[in-house]
């Protein structure tokens, strides 16, 4: 099913979320699929949809810098970071405090996590609070800015919400920060100057 970015599609997707479904949805970057992080049977959907290897951890987006505390740890100098960054298109690798979400999402001590700058999501995850952020593509292919080749490409979903086209030259960088040394993972729309001018 597609609805639209407004109060009716997103309150279809918040339950469909909250009742273990799976949606695909527009960030600033790239159009992203997505549950409940805290059901395991969703997130082993997420991996088939994907044809995603299970060693690949998912990472998980969220509402604000407060709501992201809930879950992982957050230094100083890190805040500092995220507080220029956030909502955009910044990915933290940082310390996960939630053991749930080890179990939920086979993960040890660390997760990606982000606030995206897009208005349609953050009323969503405003809702929800998390969701499973990661591209809606089949692994290894393209990720999708047009929502109509995105919705004939990706099956097995719930419900897909049409943002429209996003005008995004890439998806998020992705950094880790250890002792206040930033290391880049992934270069996406934030140059590592971008991240080093803070």
Not at 122 to 145: D, R
Not at 177 to 189: A, F, L, T
Request: net charge neutral; charged share 30%; with cysteine.
């Amino acid at each position: 099913m597609k609805v639209k970015c407004d109060q009716d599609g997103i309150k279809r997707a918040v339950e469909t979320i909250n009742r273990g479904g799976i949606i695909v949805y527009p960030t600033d970057t790239v159009y992203g699929i997505g549950c409940d992080p805290y059901n395991g049977e969703a997130v082993k959907k997420i991996y088939d949809i994907k044809s995603r290897s299970i060693s690949k951890s998912l990472p998980v987006l969220t509402y604000s810098i407060n709501t992201a505390k809930k879950i992982v740890f957050l230094d100083e100098f890190t805040e500092k970071i995220v507080e220029k960054f956030w909502p955009g298109p910044l990915t933290i690798v940082s310390k996960l405090i939630d053991e749930d979400l080890k179990k939920t999402l086979s993960l040890n001590d660390k997760i990606a996590i982000r606030v995206p700058k897009h208005d349609c999501i953050l009323k969503i995850l405003k809702e929800c609070k998390f969701l499973v952020g990661t591209s809606a593509n089949i692994s290894g292919h393209p990720s999708f800015t047009n929502p109509d080749e995105c919705f004939r490409s990706i099956e097995n979903y719930d419900i897909f919400v049409d943002g429209g086209t996003i005008t995004s030259k890439a998806e998020s960088t992705i950094i880790e920060i250890e002792n206040e040394k930033i290391k880049i993972i992934r270069e996406g729309s934030l140059s590592k100057e971008d991240i080093l001018e803070v």
